[in-house]
């Protein structure tokens, strides 16, 4: 799931090497936390929070996939 959060992201992003993803997993929830270039924040986030919530859309049907949960924060 972090390899398909990470390619998503930093397709949209104008700085993609600033984009750092972390993985943890606490029970059967998989916790993503996100960090963006300020720049990109407004990108990622997506008019709305539409473009975000199609990525946790993405991610979470992976995840059930997997009998799991996701969740994904995003901090710049």
């Not at 750092?20 to 709305?48: F, H, P, Y």
């Amino acid at each position: 799931m972090k390899e398909l959060v990470e390619y998503l992201v930093k397709s949209l992003a104008d700085h993609p090497e600033e984009v750092v993803l972390k993985e943890s997993e606490e029970d059967d929830t998989v916790i993503l936390e996100l960090k963006i270039a300020t720049d990109d924040l407004g990108k990622i986030i997506g008019k709305n929070g539409n473009t975000i919530n199609a990525i946790r859309t993405v991610v979470q049907t992976a995840a059930s996939s997997q009998r799991k949960k996701a969740k994904l924060e995003v901090t710049n």
